[in-house]
């Protein structure tokens, strides 16, 4: 396997392979599945799910809004930030993103509470209102992947059944939560929730933007130039 010329496409691009050949084969069963209750569908999904997500926000998005990090894919070519750029402006409604999939729920600014236990049931009632579902499509494009991206990186994930209610076996939605910060503390939540077909779907559409954009045009024209 060769060194990606670009992490944030290469690997986008290297994990929706994965994805696409070895998800049936995780469907289908592993040797020692009974070990984990089942076969690894979500878990195998959530670990394909997080560099695609986590990558080009932290390595194109990240620094084109002036927010520090370690790693700045832009200077491969001057307007490689463009299309980013163009929808990630804080105004352009999540729904309109050219990647967007399935049936999305999100509220925001909800009381803090520890993720690691099962989520407040006044919490998975209002993922599953209508009123939830408007939020999430009108919430700006970069605020709902910032999101996603927190909720992958610090583990904000929970399995919920096919009702939106908590599950303790296989998931069929999956709820994100990530942390509002104010001086450095937590002060409330953001949480949405989605079918995992749907996130899937989603995943696949994301991936496939990042890798026909004008990202991947312009680092096409310089692939030489390592990140």
């Not at 070519?77 to 993103?97: C, E, Q």
């Not at 209102?129 to 929970?158: E, F, Y």
């Not at 779907?201 to 990202?215: H, N």
Request: net charge neutral; with cysteine.
């Amino acid at each position: 396997m060769g060194r990606p010329a670009h992490y944030s496409r290469d690997l986008t691009a290297r994990c929706l392979s994965l994805l696409s050949h070895l998800l049936p084969v995780v469907e289908k069963g592993l040797p020692d599945d009974d070990k984990f209750g089942g076969a690894l569908t979500t878990t195998f999904v959530l670990a394909m799910a997080t560099p695609v997500i986590a990558l080009p926000i932290e390595r194109i998005y990240k620094p084109s809004a002036g927010i520090n990090g370690l790693g700045d894919d832009r200077f491969l070519n001057d307007n490689l930030s463009d299309d980013i750029g163009k929808l990630f402006n804080g105004k352009t409604k999540f729904s309109d993103a050219p990647f967007f999939k399935g049936d999305w729920r999100f509220v925001r600014n909800v009381a803090p509470f520890n993720i690691a236990s099962d989520w407040p049931a006044d919490l998975l009632k209002s993922l599953g209102s209508a009123p939830s579902a408007k939020v999430a499509n009108d919430v700006p494009i970069s605020g709902m992947m910032i999101h996603l991206r927190n909720s992958l990186a610090h583990g904000g994930v929970t399995y919920l059944d096919d009702e939106g209610g908590q599950s303790n076996g296989k998931a069929s939605m999956l709820g994100f939560v990530s942390a509002k910060m104010k001086d450095h503390k937590i002060i409330g939540l953001h949480a949405s929730r989605i079918s995992e077909n749907d996130f899937i779907a989603f995943i696949v559409s994301w991936s496939e933007w990042i890798a026909q954009s004008g990202l991947a045009k312009a680092l096409n024209e310089h692939r030489d130039l390592a990140a």
